[in-house]
């Protein structure tokens, strides 16, 4: 399974790397990264119908996680990659709009690794 993170903050990719650190090395996991909504839409391009999960933030500069989303599920559809969207705020404004906009599930930071880890069996089983 191929994952896409995607979160302005560098240093995410550390924590996720330690925290699938097991999935990776056994080759049920593969990781990528990006730092900006607009390297997301630049990796999906390129690698297309690779990454089978999304996990974008909301809130970063440029384009949002949220627009990220929109642009996702109106040009990747076949086969649809599941998107969970993660964010500092837990407002119920976010939540809607990404249930909108098709996300497939909403986490809140600091990430939960064991629920994620849960969630990602069942969701992608």
Known sequence: MKILVVDDEKDVQVLFEQRFRKEVRSGEMEMAFAFSGEEAIA????????????LSDINMPGMSGLQLLGQIKQKYFKPPPVVMMITAYGDTENYNTAKELGADDFLTKPVDFVSLKDKLKTKLV
């Open 43 to 54: 990796y999906m391009e390129h690698h297309h119908h690779e990454a089978v999960l999304i």
